[in-house]
């Protein structure tokens, strides 16, 4: 049986928001296994839909960057230590560097734009800049990740949120650009950064996800209504799942700027499009956050938690 540590207990409370005795109990029903874990303190009710983003911990900054035409975007992750670095304008413009770069740039994963020839001094790879200015700005970086979009039949909208914290592509195929088409779009990648979303519609949800969820919301369902019978537990259960989607789905979400609170996002667009006489379609959206999935160490708050645990 695998050893529970703080350090496993700290993750799997950051990632559900469940009590570090429960978090605890869960690790060592399941062996260690995390996501296993997760799906434990749910049937237990213990634990809302964890969204598995990972914890944001490491420092840094999200740009985009797009062509004049708006038709191809991409956005780019560079981290540092600390945010003091992140802040600094040498730090800020090699990153908006590094995203012209990777707009122009054809390599398909983060390995190939490393090993690509640096746009500003052909002497040098992408990686030879990066270590280039980590020791002038003498703190460890990374090139993290990139993703591009590119929409032949309408643009592509970018938005950057709380100065380089959080950055939003949105796809928007569209027969008609003017600037309530274009405010439409912005609106939607304000959304997609506020909200968080997980997908863009219920279209890109799998058959494999709503499975895995039937299963935990039925074992939740059970344990909250033992005597209910299998009609009321499947009602429970698909109630259950559709209002996920509405949270998780960018398009089904209720639109922050409605006035009545009920719009969805879909609802939006749609009004937007009879507004101006279009064709809209919001086709997909890309969201980065600043050391999603990355952990920082925290030495002290895993001291905190072994000794309030006796581990």
Not at 210 to 236: F, H, Q, V
């Amino acid at each position: 049986m695998a050893a529970v540590t703080a350090a496993m207990v700290k993750e799997l409370r950051e990632m559900t928001g469940a009590g570090m005795m429960d978090c605890k109990k869960a690790l060592a029903a399941t062996d260690g296994d995390m996501d296993k874990a997760v799906d434990f303190l749910r049937e237990k009710g213990l634990a809302g839909a964890a969204k598995k983003a990972g914890r944001i911990a490491a420092e840094g900054i999200v740009v985009t960057a797009l062509t004049d035409d708006s038709k191809k975007a991409v956005v780019v992750e560079v981290n540092a230590e600390t945010d003091f670095v992140a802040k600094n304008e040498k730090f800020q413009n090699f990153a908006a560097d590094v995203a012209a770069q990777a707009l122009a740039s054809d390599a398909a994963d983060i390995d190939a734009f490393m090993a690509e020839t640096w746009a500003k001094d052909t002497t040098m790879t992408v990686k030879d800049a990066l270590s280039t200015q980590i020791s002038i700005i003498g703190e460890n970086m990374n090139i993290r990740r990139f993703e591009r979009v590119s929409e032949a039949n309408g643009f592509v909208a970018s938005y950057i949120h709380a100065g380089g914290k959080i950055g939003v592509l949105v796809d928007v195929e569209t027969d008609v650009i003017n600037d309530a088409v274009k405010e439409m779009a912005k609106n939607v990648a304000m959304q997609a950064a506020a909200l968080k979303p997980q997908f863009t519609s219920r279209d890109e949800v799998s058959a494999d996800y709503i499975e895995r969820e039937k299963e935990i919301l039925t074992a939740a369902a059970k344990n909250e209504k033992p005597d209910a019978n299998d009609k009321i537990i499947s009602g429970m259960v698909m109630g259950r799942i559709n209002k996920e989607l509405k949270e998780i789905c960018l398009l089904d979400q209720v639109y922050v700027k409605a006035e009545d609170g009920k719009q969805t996002v879909a609802q939006y667009v749609a009004q937007t499009a009879k507004e101006n006489g279009a064709k809209i379609t919001v086709k997909k959206f890309v969201r980065f956050e600043t050391g999603e999935g990355l952990e920082k160490k925290n030495e002290d708050f895993a001291a905190e938690v072994a000794k309030q645990m006796g581990m």
